[in-house]
Structure formats: C-alpha cells, structure tokens
Nanobody
Framework: QVQLVESGGGLVQAGGSLTLSCAASGRRFSTYAMGWFRQAPEKEREFVASIGWGPGVTYYLHSVKGRFTMSRDNAKNTVYLQMNSLKPEDTAVYYC?????????????????????WGQGTQVTVSS
C-alpha cells in the first residue's frame, strides 16, 4: 500500500508561481514512476506531467511545457511540480499518482489507468 499526500496548492494571481509537493510512503519509491494530473470543474481529469524512475525522464502536457517543471527527490520520497507563469486556465484540483507496476514503462505516462495509487488532491486557483 502506498499513500500519497499532496501539498502546496493555493490562490495565486495570473503570472505567479506555486510549487506542489507529493510525499509518498513506501521503501521502493525510487522504483515508482510518478505523475501529476489535474481536474477542473466539469472537465475530465487530464495529464499534466510525469517522471520516470531511475534517471527520471520527464514528459509534459503541451500547454504547460516551459512553464511547469516536475522533479523528484528519492531521498525524501517526494515529487514536486514547480509551476511558473500560471494562467487562469491552470485552475484545477491537482492530483499526484504513483505507478508501482511499471505500467508506464516505454510510454509517456499520460494515461490515468497506468497509475495504481492516487493522492487526495490539492486545489490550485489562478485569478485573472
């Protein structure tokens, strides 16, 4: 069983920055691929970013590329999502997810069904 706890959400003005954190339980964190997803009101959950195990190759949703950076600290069992130049359309609940079964291996990690554990979510609101 893996528990994921997100933090760092909040209210920010357009153009501002936030850093989300996701702390994971488990002694094999370094072997998990991790992802960030978001869900805005009345919209489907969408992929935002992923990071693989090992070297930690990252992939991003096209609309956040260049503005968001995902990273991991295996010593702290934590992944981060640094979000810069935030826009009102980034407003959503952001979820952290873990793939403990290597389901994302060889792919981009952009499908929600590739992840087997999810956090409770953290709200990000960007005002115009």
């Amino acid at each position: 069983q893996v528990q994921l706890v997100e933090s760092g959400g909040g209210l920010v003005q357009a153009g501002g920055s936030l850093t989300l954190s996701c702390a994971a339980s488990g002694r094999r964190f370094s072997t998990y691929a991790m992802g960030w997803f978001r869900q805005a009101p009345e919209k489907e959950r969408e992929f935002v970013a992923s990071i693989g195990w090992g070297p930690g190759v990252t992939y991003y949703l096209h609309s956040v590329k260049g503005r968001f950076t995902m990273s991991r600290d295996n010593a702290k069992n934590t992944v981060y999502l640094q979000m810069n130049s935030l826009k009102p359309e980034d407003t959503a609940v952001y979820y952290c997810a873990a793939d403990t079964n290597l389901s994302t291996r060889g792919g981009l990690g952009e499908r929600a069904d590739e992840y087997d554990y999810w956090g409770q979510g953290t709200q990000v609101t960007v005002s115009s």
